[in-house]
């Protein structure tokens, strides 16, 4: 009975320090840094829209600090809008990817758009960054 306490203090002793040591461990793992965003055009025409003189689409040009799945949102500025996204794996480094005014299969209409980046690794996940889109209708 006397060597069971013990060890099972000992046991209590060495779980606590392993659960102490686990979160700092964590701490030190950073995520995906995002940096260098951008867009290449800031308005885009619609879907079936031609004469405005804009371009079909734009280019997201961003750098990743370690290769991520990173989440692109497209969301109308009126809170009632529409939103839309597209996942991409993306390698670390300088990257592009293509935006056009059909996102996820879905044709955004004309309007006032955020692009709302964040990149996912096995790491973290980074902070979201925001950008600014156009999307051009007939009318101007």
Do not use: C, F, W
Not at 31 to 38: A, K, N, V
Not at 105 to 122: E, I, N
């Amino acid at each position: 009975m006397t060597l069971a306490r013990p060890t099972v203090a000992l046991a209590g002793a060495l779980l606590a320090a392993t659960l102490l040591v686990q979160p700092a461990e964590a701490s030190l793992r950073q995520g995906p840094q995002l940096s260098e965003l951008s867009l290449t055009e800031p308005a885009i025409h619609a879907v079936g829209v031609t004469g405005t003189g804009l371009p079909k689409k734009t280019h997201l040009l961003l750098t990743l600090s370690e290769p991520s799945l990173v989440r692109i949102r497209v969301k109308d500025t009126d809170p009632y809008g529409l939103s839309r996204a597209l996942n991409v794996d993306l390698p670390a480094g300088a990257a592009d990817v293509p935006i056009s005014a059909r996102v996820d299969g879905t044709k955004l209409p004309p309007g006032k758009y955020r692009v709302v980046v964040k990149a996912h690794s096995p790491n973290g996940s980074s902070d979201k960054k925001y950008l600014r889109l156009k999307i051009v209708g007939r009318n101007g």
